[in-house]
């Protein structure tokens, strides 16, 4: 098997208001089907997904289904880059849970949730430069 996660899908509540956020933080969708809105990453796919509806095609009540204990992680290529995507998502609506800070182990991050509670992590890592197309490798290019 590939070592690979090729969509992420996201349950919400409300799917245009959960696609708009995206869309001020500068995301473009891409044609999809009826009832999921998509966003081409660099090598994956975000879907948004009415969360009733990922439910019954899971075959589990919405309520099982929980926030999850996840985050969704955005490396950037700079401490400064962490500031502004974390400027940039507050101000799109995005409850700031960590605002942007030093860590321990000598990188940089931010963690915020979308409208939907959603958890992402920006986050500067010096010693995992980004690609030249800002793809990530956990011990980086070069």
């Not at 959960?18 to 009832?35: C, H, I, N, P, S």
């Not at 966003?39 to 009540?61: H, K, N, S």
């Not at 290529?77 to 995507?85: F, I, P, T």
């Not at 979308?114 to 986050?123: I, K, M, N």
């Amino acid at each position: 098997m590939d070592q690979r996660i090729s969509l992420i899908t996201l349950g919400v509540r409300d799917l245009e208001k959960a696609a708009g956020f995206y869309e001020a933080l500068g995301w473009t969708r891409v044609e999809a089907q009826d009832g999921v809105i998509a966003f081409d990453l660099i090598g994956q796919t975000l879907g948004l997904y009415p969360i009733e509806m990922l439910a019954r095609d899971m075959g589990v009540a919405v309520d099982r289904l929980g926030a999850g204990a996840s985050t969704l992680g955005h490396n950037l290529a700079s401490r400064e880059a962490v500031d502004a995507l974390a400027a940039r998502a507050e101000a799109a609506g995005a409850t700031v849970l960590r605002p942007p800070h030093e860590v321990f182990w000598g990188g940089y991050i931010a963690y915020v949730a979308d409208p939907e509670g959603h958890v992402w992590e920006f986050a500067h890592n010096p010693f995992s430069p980004l690609g030249p197309k800002g793809e990530f490798r956990w011990n980086g290019y070069g």
